[in-house]
């Protein structure tokens, strides 16, 4: 199994892996897709960005197989970005795979990590 994150992107976008025109590109893609799933709370607190082919999904992951769902939602939002559909009916239908697996990295973080978001009240002394 590939554990390179830019080579296995590159695998889905069917892009051999000693193609490098686009790598860059496709970089700057993969670290904006880590941005958005560091802002829903998912993945290291500081976030997480990679350089090159050396990154790979454990560093990411950090071995958890319940997030293995991370790898298709990297691809299909790197897929969006770098070589959008030109079919509306398969733009909708992986915009809609997109917000499920939002939906479903939602619910994994609220079962692993949830904090209660109403403040704490101070009692009123007066």
Request: glycine content about 4%; overall charge negative; proline content about 7%.
């Amino acid at each position: 199994m590939i554990t390179s994150i830019l080579t296995s992107v590159k695998k889905t976008l069917n892009l051999a892996e000693d193609y490098t025109p686009f790598d860059e590109e496709i970089i700057i893609h993969i670290n904006s897709v880590f941005s958005t799933l560091n802002q829903l709370g998912v993945g290291p607190f500081d976030g997480f960005s990679i350089q090159d082919k050396t990154a790979n999904w454990d560093a990411f992951l950090q071995s958890d197989p319940r997030l293995n769902h991370i790898k298709t939602y990297v691809y299909l939002r790197v897929r969006m970005l770098f070589d959008p559909p030109t079919t509306g009916y398969h733009v909708a239908s992986m915009a809609d795979q997109i917000k499920e697996l939002e939906w479903r990295l939602n619910v994994q973080r609220e079962d692993t990590q949830w904090t209660d978001p109403t403040p704490p009240t101070v009692p009123f002394e007066g």
